[in-house]
């Protein structure tokens, strides 16, 4: 990855030819991509035939790893022959659409009243903001469009999504956020909590400091609320105990929708088929995608309660239309795989081996705490975190000028693991199908990537 590319080479080739998402341009021209070439498993390869563990399921998604049942390929094949392209506008609809709405409303974790397919997260979130303003406008309460989501939320990168995403790089230069869309504290004990503050009682000022944004905003203002059960990309955050719990009595107080985006947490990832029931979370709106398909088509869907589609249904009846769709949202072929994906799941009960499995990934990960660059390590089910830290008693981080998470990224890929550091967290989201022996060779390797990287420090 960091040797100077051939000039025909796939490597040299890219340079040329891609920007690339999530990456430092100028970085990219000197050192080149990690040409990426074939997976099995748990495992993917590069070009030159070196095998790495991928810790993140690519970027959470594919719960099912890196090539395809054969049963997966045969349906999108079979699928394309039959029909390869159709799409719900205009009161058309195709049987993989109709079948997988039936799936989703079947499993979800609250009762959810119908299935807005999209093909991305982001989009799925966007959807879920035009909605809610349609929906205000609907019930006559223009004024009520101010959405909270929180610091390091991650919701996506449209321009309205990249809003609520609460991380600085998705907004500056950018001109976000947009406005109208405001932040609440992030639930994070470990950086966010005073003194001897209890979980607890920093749960309760995470509720308070909600109450007083929205106070201060005026309650007539705010439509809705935005949470991960679980932080994500915003550095793999796990909420204290109650912390949800007064959350939504906040919102309950103030007439808020709240949507949760299991775009992550969906499909087994933190112990339980749903991130909501792991958290007793009971949204209005459920945002999915990634292992909806195991990440193999783009699919997304947005879910939503009987109270709000009635409001929707009867505003756009009124209109005359709902004036809103994506060309490839719902697409036949990511239906009919993401359906196939979920009867993979079933059939293999694949949440309970991720519920079986995930406590010796905490355990592991824990293991890891003692180490002198290790300041805290956080997770739940399949999904971990270990926040390097400059300094353990005061919980300092690194200067990013000091480049530790990219030393940290070099380290895991000599030693064959690929994941991401998040700013000072290294983010562990495993494919599903992980088994307990290759969790155990991952977290040695994070071990030794961890012990090169403090020698590289020192
Ligand atoms: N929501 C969450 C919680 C995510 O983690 C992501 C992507 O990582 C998104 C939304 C955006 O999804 P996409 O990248 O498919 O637009």
Wanted: charged share 20%; with cysteine; hydrophobic share 40%.
């Amino acid at each position: 990855m960091t040797q100077v590319p051939r000039p025909n080479s796939a490597a040299a080739r890219d340079v040329r030819s891609q920007l690339h998402p999530y990456t430092n341009p100028v970085l990219h021209e000197q050192s080149g991509p990690m040409v990426v070439t074939r997976g099995d498993g748990v495992w993917v390869e590069d070009e030159r035939g070196d095998r790495y563990i991928e810790g993140l399921a690519g970027l959470w998604c594919t719960a099912l790893g890196f090539s395809a049942e054969e049963r997966l390929a045969r349906v999108a094949y079979e699928q394309m022959r039959r029909l390869s392209f159709y799409h719900p506008f205009g009161h058309k609809a195709h049987v993989p659409g109709i079948d997988l709405a039936e799936a989703l409303l079947a499993m979800a974790p609250v009762p959810m009243s119908k299935v807005f397919f999209c093909n991305s997260g982001s989009e799925a979130n966007d959807t879920a903001i035009k909605f809610i303003r349609f929906y205000n406008n609907a019930l006559g309460r223009p004024e009520k469009k101010k959405i909270i989501s929180r610091l390091k939320a991650y919701h996506g990168v449209t321009v309205a999504s990249a809003s609520l995403t609460g991380l600085p790089n998705n907004h500056r230069d950018f001109d976000l956020p947009l406005a109208g869309i405001l932040h609440t504290t992030c639930p994070h004990h470990y950086h966010g909590a005073a003194e001897g503050e209890s979980p607890d009682a920093f749960a309760s000022r995470c509720a308070e400091e909600l109450e007083a944004l929205i106070q201060a905003e005026g309650p007539d203002t705010i439509a809705a609320f935005f949470a991960e059960p679980v932080m994500g990309a915003g550095g793999v955050i796990v909420p204290p105990p109650t912390y949800f719990e007064k959350i939504q009595a906040v919102l309950k107080r103030h007439d808020i929708l709240f949507v949760a985006d299991e775009v992550i947490c969906g499909f087994g990832r933190t112990g339980n088929p749903w991130g909501c029931q792991t958290f007793d979370l009971k949204p209005d709106m459920i945002a999915c995608a990634k292992q909806l398909s195991s990440g193999y088509l783009p699919l997304a869907a947005l879910m939503m309660t009987e109270s709000v589609y009635e409001v929707i249904r009867d505003n756009a009846g009124r209109i005359g239309i709902l004036g809103h769709g994506y060309t490839y949202g719902g697409h036949p072929v990511a239906c009919a795989v993401a359906l196939e994906t979920l009867a993979i799941y079933r059939e293999r009960d694949l949440f309970g081996h991720a519920a079986a499995v995930g406590p010796r990934l905490q355990a592991r990960l824990r293991d890891l705490a003692d180490h002198p660059l290790v300041g805290e390590v956080r997770g739940v089910g399949l999904i971990g975190g270990v926040e390097l830290s400059r300094d353990k008693a005061s919980r300092q981080p690194f200067d990013p000028a000091q480049g530790v998470g990219a030393a940290m990224t070099r380290h895991l890929h000599a030693h064959g693991v690929i994941t991401r550091v998040i700013g000072d967290t290294v983010a562990f989201s495993p494919p599903l199908i992980i088994t307990e022996e290759e969790i155990d060779t991952m977290v040695d390797r994070v071990a030794r990537a961890l012990d090169d990287t403090l020698a590289w420090c020192r």
